[in-house]
């Protein structure tokens, strides 16, 4: 199983004051499990990976067939919760190079509709001009500006390139059952679709159609995916005690830091693929947890690359980080450091290394280096980078978020303070319905 080391808080905070932690955070896993925490209405993630009927994943794969028969390009439309973790997953699997139309086998996976970038949408239309491609349309509620906005433009390139009757076949919508244009689209044009649960917010929805269509468009197992999760789902229930559980090890040492001061949380990588795990992390925590004036703040960064950045920072800045490496054991490929004659790079004491064993070192000697600093250190071990074990890991850290949250005092399951600024852009882009807002926001920018 995944591994979870918090030995390197220890110099921190004192055991004492982790334990301190256990009875509320079984609690959390208690009302996690009988519904009576905040939020209630929005735990269906809890068991989506041991209870997904067999008949929903055979329609996603079929569903996958038919894109990746049909398209050398799949574009995922959708933001925050609806595209992150499908990105994350591909991403961490994918060749960092050739997840595209260049291997042949598969067709690349490109994302909109998480921005509303002009020239990002005119350079996206210009590279899928004469290639054959599809879309799956994500969106929850249906009607998000940046998602539907991409999805019009991309709707009708797909119908002039292509022609009504094919873009019929190769657009997918997943949305809600009843609700929002995306459905009533889906229905009118007679799309394949597939229906988010009401009990699953979007942060939360990975291992809904919403992360798996993608993931087995772009040719991974999503079963070997819902297995790994399924196994860790198993793990982090309240009959396994407190030191043996992966995610309430992690919220409760989280939590414990945050309590001592140390308010943000630096999640580091040593594999560039995991670029966007942190991503989807961010969202995961940054969304559940930033309220009611409280939260840690989720932050990120890629190593060794970024110690060239922020390394500075993170050694010798305010002390009020604690940092979160996610190291992976086994890396897929293997590259010796060649000897050279000459060694004009002086890098001959390297030589017949493993380069990954010279990253495991710039690891260990930062770890060991950011403690020296004051920065407690919590270390998850993954033992490789495949559909088992990043299944794993989702489930950890989702689970992780929920107890974390209500250890926090938080509802983890909403976020109110995301439509602030859907309000003011609505009103300044004088949408029916918000002329009153709109003569409001006109004289406050006006003064
Ligand atoms: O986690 C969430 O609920 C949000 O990040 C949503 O996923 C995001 O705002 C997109 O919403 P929707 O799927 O309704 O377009």
Redesign the pocket.
Known sequence: MIKIDISRILDFIPQSEIKVLEPQVKDAILKLENGSGAGNDFIGWMNLASKTDSGLIDAIEDTAKVLRENCEVVIVA?????YLGSRAVIEALSNSFSQSVLDGKNPQILFAGHNISEDYLFELAEYIRNKKFGIIN???????TE?ALAFRLLKKQCEDQRGKEMARKVIVAITDAKRGAARICADKEGYRSFIIPDNV???FSVLTPVGLLPIAVAGFDIRHLLKGAADMETLTTSSTPFEDNPSAQYAAARNALYRSGKKIEILANYQPKLHYLSEWWK?LYG?SEGKDGKGIFPASVDLSTDLHSMGQWIQEGERTIFETVISVDKVKHSVLVPSDDENLDGLNFLAGKHVDEVNKMAELGTQLAHVDGGVPNIRITVPELNEYWIGQLIYMFEKGCGISGYVLGVNPFN?PG?EAYKKNMFALLNKPGYEEESKKILSRINK
């Open positions: 959708g933001i925050g919760g609806s994500i969106s929850k509620s249906g009607t998000t998602t917010g979007g942060r969202q969304e976020q995301v």
